[in-house]
């Protein structure tokens, strides 16, 4: 008997805080010292841990935080220590660069995330998400991305993701496309088919409620561009239902839309085309996949992976988002080789195929930065989550220093955050819940 398929729960395969830590981080509801507690566990299972010398060459886990909170994270000394070259202000981080049509001021680009600011059962952005996409754009990157945006009403399970499938929510996004552009950045919405609706999954939804979410991806892009919006990103990534019809060991379909590469990856292919029809050739659209699955059990072969992403760019994306399944947001990324964990599969994909890219994953330093782009001249942007969660003012900084070493040690507290108070903000900065 085969059984449903359903996405897993990010705590399930991201989050390793233990039970034990949790539970007392929601009776306390102290964020350091349940922070502490449990990177010092982390560090008595792994003291290798506990020798790595980061921020500013502080030794071990716990004392990193003190640093961090004293510091702010300047580590322009320890980045000396570590090796990096001296300051540079001509980096090509931070030249200009196009997605199609669109020109970013940067290379950097806040990148999608689980936001929990959207309300109503539309599921509009609040006057708080809009203020921090707006801060966002501060901080100095050359691009937001907004959390996901579900294309159709019955399809949003939570407030964890928005939504946008009526024109009466056209003056919302128009004041949050407002706030973003006066603060000097473009603004880019993720939009999605979530699947977690018992008649939306893979092995349920209908051929008629495929052709209204295809639809509805092009119905939903109209109103977003109309509303002042720079560019979408389709997320066809992280086991939600588009990537779900890709994946070969979770759809197991029969009809049009299962079995071979061509038929797995029809739909998402269907919702290029209908979107591009829709908005004409001009209006910039991107695409979040997976580069590898990342999960126990095989996935997609390279050349499935190449096939994917060149249908992509020849329905007319114009550019991909290179991300994975199963490992999205790594624990405890402390040094050089914890960090751009996607840049490999970028790589793989840019042998073959000559389509524009942006890298995600453990995006933490300019000059990695410099050296991803020296290797894949495919790639056009670096996008930050957590980063820019947990200093929204980072790209400002690096324009000033080159060498400033981030606070964000990728903890997944923000996570932890989201599980326990269905919520998401960083440890060190809990003024921006």
């Known amino acids: 008997m085969r ?239 588009v990537a779900r019809f890709w994946s070969h060991f979770i759809n197991t379909r029969t009809d049009e839309y299962g079995g071979s590469a061509e038929n797995r990856a029809r739909f998402a292919f269907e919702v290029v085309e209908a979107t591009r029809r829709a908005v004409g050739r001009d209006f910039p659209i991107t695409a979040k996949i997976n580069g590898n699955e990342h999960t126990i059990r095989p996935g997609s072969s390279q050349e499935e992976t190449n096939f994917y992403v060149q249908g992509l760019a020849d329905r007319g994306v114009d550019a991909v988002e290179v991300s994975g399944a199963g490992g999205a947001a790594r624990l405890d990324i402390l040094s050089k080789e914890d960090q751009n964990y996607f840049s490999r599969d970028a790589r793989m994909i840019a042998r073959s195929v000559n389509v524009p890219l942006m890298l995600t994953g453990g995006i933490r330093n300019v000059m990695l930065m410099e050296e991803a782009l020296r290797h894949n001249n495919n790639i056009v942007a670096f996008g930050m989550a957590r980063t820019i969660l947990a200093e929204p003012e980072l790209p400002n900084i690096w324009q000033g220093n080159t060498n400033y070493n981030p606070r964000c040690i990728a903890c997944n507290f923000c996570l932890a955050e989201l599980v326990a108070h269905r919520r998401v903000v960083c440890v060190l900065d809990q003024n921006r819940a």
């Not at 034990?20 to 010292?33: D, P």
């Not at 220590?81 to 981080?93: L, N």
């Open 3 to 241: 059984l449903a398929w359903k996405r897993p729960r990010l705590h399930l395969f991201i989050f390793k805080i233990p039970d034990r830590i949790k539970r007392a981080y929601a009776r306390e509801n102290n964020f350091r010292k349940t922070l502490e507690v449990f990177c010092m566990e982390e560090g008595k299972k792994n003291k290798a841990i506990t020798r790595r010398a980061f921020i500013g060459g502080t030794v071990g886990v716990a004392g990193a935080l003190g640093a961090m909170s004293v510091l702010g994270g300047c580590a322009t000394a320890g980045a000396a220590a570590a090796g990096w070259p001296p300051h540079r202000a001509d980096s090509p981080i931070f030249q200009p660069t196009r997605i199609g049509s669109l020109e970013l001021k940067n290379k950097m680009i806040r990148a999608a995330m689980a936001e929990f600011r959207f309300t109503g059962e539309l599921g509009s952005p609040t006057p708080a998400l809009i203020q921090m996409w707006g801060d966002d754009a501060a901080g100095g990157v050359g691009m937001v991305m907004t959390g996901g945006i579900s294309v159709l009403k019955d399809d949003i399970p939570e407030t964890f993701f928005g939504g946008f499938s009526d024109p009466s929510q056209i003056p919302l996004y128009r004041e949050a496309a407002d706030t973003v552009h006066r603060n000097g950045a473009k603004l880019c919405a993720q939009i999605m088919m979530v699947g977690e609706r018992p008649h939306l999954m893979v092995d349920t939804i209908s051929r008629e409620d495929i052709q209204r979410a295809v639809n509805g991806f092009a119905q939903t892009t109209v109103m977003l561009r109309d509303a002042g919006f720079d560019a979408i990103n389709f997320h066809f990534a992280h086991g939600y239902l």
